[in-house]
């Protein structure tokens, strides 16, 4: 097995909260997963990584989870937004939508920490939500 360069509880962690969230978001409202994905405390572990480090570890794990299909930016922005706030990050939690071409709406979400922003939707659109824990 590939080593991922996070330690066996990082990466349990990475996998039970990416297996749990894929059923949660079809059955929870946004505001129940907003809390249950904002962590109360900073672990020791994650805080070593850089933001950068976390967002590749999180993108690299879902290349590979099966079970993230449909609503994948929400997804994975919260499993995004959870880890960096873990490590202690001050991350945000956007939602926004914009207008596809033949008039009808799509949502989105993107995280912002410090000077990075993290899958912002690359057409004009609507900021709904600052989701800041």
């Not at 979400?109 to 600052?130: A, K």
Request: aromatic content about 12%; overall charge positive.
């Amino acid at each position: 097995m590939k080593r991922t360069g996070l330690s066996l509880t990082q990466r349990w962690s990475l996998w039970s909260r990416s297996v749990i969230l894929a059923d949660l978001s079809r059955r929870m409202p946004l505001q129940l997963l907003l809390k249950m994905y904002t962590p109360r405390t900073i672990s020791a572990e994650w805080s070593k990584l850089s933001k950068e480090s976390i967002v590749h570890y999180v993108d690299a794990h879902l290349r590979k989870c099966r079970r993230m299909k449909g609503r994948r930016c929400l997804r994975r922005g919260l499993l995004v937004f959870y880890f960096l706030r873990l490590a202690g990050y001050d991350a945000r939690l956007h939602f926004g939508y914009f207008v596809k071409q033949a008039g009808n709406t799509q949502t989105h979400c993107w995280n912002t920490v410090e000077n990075l922003v993290d899958d912002t939707p690359r057409q004009q659109y609507v900021e709904l939500l600052i989701w800041a824990g």
